[in-house]
């Protein structure tokens, strides 16, 4: 213990030194893990973004056509002499079934309202209220996940016709449909075509 004491001073200081590069190394090697551990979380967060990503722009394009195929089969159908909202079943089906979530979220119903309303103004103008009381019930409750209708009760509104419409704050597109287009040949029929001595029509209607 006595003997070179300058050597062992200075093996002690060459050996502090070596343990702090040590310990310097160990923080920096774990700084590195917990970095390569982050970037390899982060690298499998951004993945699962680009897959989600790329499945709703797959829906988002699937929808684009089934959409496109609502509105050119309604002009279709409007410019032709066809009576029956039965060809659009099937793309509307396929818009409630498939893209329910979207139904909501994109507000479809306004797209599905705008493209049969001409049709449905076409085929109420021939309609006859008291003989065909039920005409439409069927298709638009088959329609009933695509057709929004709200089940609240609210302060009124103006609708097109100028009319005040009770309803939650503004109608929605299928509500304002039947307001616009449905009530009025409804409302004219029965006061033009019904008799309180045969009720049963309009009871049903």
Request: charged share 30%.
């Given at each position: 213990?006595?003997?070179?004491?300058?050597?062992?001073?200075?093996?002690?200081?060459?050996?502090?030194?070596?343990?702090?590069?040590?310990?310097?190394?160990?923080?920096?090697?774990?700084?590195?893990?917990?970095?390569?551990?982050?970037?390899?979380?982060?690298?499998?967060?951004?993945?699962?973004?680009?897959?989600?990503e790329e499945h709703l722009i797959s829906r988002l394009e699937r929808l684009k056509l089934v959409a496109s195929d609502v509105c050119s089969t309604a002009q279709g159908l409007s410019a032709s002499d066809v009576q029956s909202l039965d060809p659009l079943s099937p793309l509307i089906y396929r818009l409630s079934s498939d893209f329910s979530a979207e139904i909501e979220k994109y507000r479809l119903d306004e797209i599905i309202v705008a493209a049969i309303t001409p049709l449905v103004r076409r085929m109420v103008a021939s309609w006859d209220p008291m003989r065909e009381p039920t005409a439409f019930i069927s298709t638009f409750r088959h329609w009933g996940n695509a057709l929004k209708t709200s089940n609240r009760h609210g302060q009124s509104v103006l609708s097109t016709n100028g009319q005040s419409a009770p309803t939650s704050s503004v109608m929605l597109p299928?509500?304002?449909?039947?307001?616009?287009?449905?009530?009025?040949?409804?409302?004219?029929?029965?006061?033009?075509?019904?008799?309180?001595?045969?009720?049963?029509?309009?009871?049903?209607?």
């Open positions: 213990p006595t003997r070179i004491p300058e050597v062992r001073h200075n093996i002690i200081l060459i050996s502090d030194a070596c343990k702090t590069s040590l310990d310097g190394l160990a923080r920096e090697g774990k700084t590195l893990a917990e970095r390569k551990n982050f970037v390899a979380r982060e690298d499998l967060r951004l993945k699962k973004i680009v897959d989600e299928f509500e304002a449909l039947l307001w616009d287009v449905w009530l009025p040949k409804a409302r004219k029929s029965i006061n033009n075509d019904w008799t309180p001595q045969v009720p049963a029509p309009a009871v049903k209607l």
